[in-house]
């Protein structure tokens, strides 16, 4: 994160790449990316929404809760957001 509270690509690249290498979601591709970026600092679920939108998933029927919540703590961590169970 930048100073300013704003987020710096440097950011995003880390969460990109550990939301891929770590929790499999490596087909957000430069749109996806892009939606997520546009989203500012919104709360974790508003972002991961769009990450699993972007991977071609929809959140509300992904049945494994746990790697929805994973996704969300991902997000969470590297944006500093809040984050609901």
Not at 25 to 49: H, I, N, P, Y
Not at 53 to 72: M, Q, S
């Amino acid at each position: 994160m930048e100073e300013d509270g704003l987020v710096d690509d440097r950011t995003y690249q880390r969460l990109f790449g550990e939301l891929c290498v770590g929790l499999g979601f490596c087909s957000l591709g430069a749109d996806g990316e892009e939606a997520v970026k546009g989203l500012g600092s919104t709360d974790a679920e508003t972002v991961a929404r769009a990450v699993f939108e972007a991977e071609g998933l929809d959140y509300d029927t992904y049945t494994p809760k746990r790697v929805k919540a994973e996704v969300r703590a991902c997000i969470a961590r590297h944006l500093n957001l809040e984050t609901r169970p």
